[in-house]
């Protein structure tokens, strides 16, 4: 019996936030999971814009690269054994066409397949603030069993830079695929000592600058 081997599908679409899928190539790099990369048009204009990498030097970070017009590419069918597909960042144009099964590009397409083969599909979100439209098609894919993880902060670890903002949100992505790879620190249950003395509750004294004379 033959092993299938650990593939990735990721997505970077044109929301903000193009890092988060950057980190996360960097993070698989060298490992045995292989990355198979889609990065829409607009993703491409997003990064140059956002970040200091180059279209070409994200795509080394993968293990292979698909066009976003290559509709006869392995990821396009199910019977190319992946782990499933991450797309980080997700745009409401991409959720919508997921929701919808349009298949008008690769990772469209891609998500449509990672959804009838039942496999694990995250979804980025980025957005702010959400529409009634946003989040009925967040709540429809989420009953299909898509996991929607948008790219909040957390600061009980007490992030010192925005790597290790970048990192936590990575992380807890790469979980979902029982990819525990430990890029950030994560909760042990133990808080900080509370102060001996609480502040006292109530409303804080209005600056004399700020009172009506």
Same mark, same amino acid.
């Given at each position: ?30 490992? /045995? ?70 298949? /008008? ?6 998500? /449509? ?50 790597? /290790? ?13 029982d990819l525990h790879l430990d890029v950030a620190a994560r909760w042990e249950g133990l808080m900080r000592p509370a102060p001996a003395t609480l502040p006292a509750a109530g409303p804080r004294p209005v600056p004399r600058r700020h009172r009506r004379p």
């Amino acid at each position: 019996m033959t092993l299938a081997p650990k593939r990735l599908i990721v997505g970077i679409t044109g929301a903000t936030g193009t890092v988060f899928g950057v980190r996360l190539l960097h993070v698989l790099q060298g490992t /045995d999971i292989e990355t198979h990369l889609i990065v829409s048009r607009w993703a491409a204009r997003t990064l140059i814009h956002e970040t200091p990498y180059s279209l070409e030097e994200v795509q080394r970070l993968a293990t292979r690269v698909y066009s976003d017009n290559d509709q006869g590419a392995a990821v396009s069918s199910g019977s190319f054994i992946t782990l499933g597909m991450a797309i980080v960042p997700c745009s409401m144009k991409t959720l919508s066409a997921i929701a919808h099964a349009q298949g /008008d590009n690769l990772i469209h397409r891609a998500a /449509d397949v990672v959804l009838k083969e039942r496999r694990r599909l995250v979804l980025a979100v980025r957005e702010a603030p959400l529409h009634e439209i946003h989040l009925e098609n967040m709540l429809k894919l989420a009953r299909m069993g898509v996991v929607i993880c948008p790219p909040l902060p957390a600061f009980y670890n007490h992030p010192q830079t925005i790597d /290790d903002l970048v990192n936590h949100t990575v992380n807890r992505i790469l979980d979902l695929f029982d990819l525990h790879l430990d890029v950030a620190a994560r909760w042990e249950g133990l808080m900080r000592p509370a102060p001996a003395t609480l502040p006292a509750a109530g409303p804080r004294p209005v600056p004399r600058r700020h009172r009506r004379p």
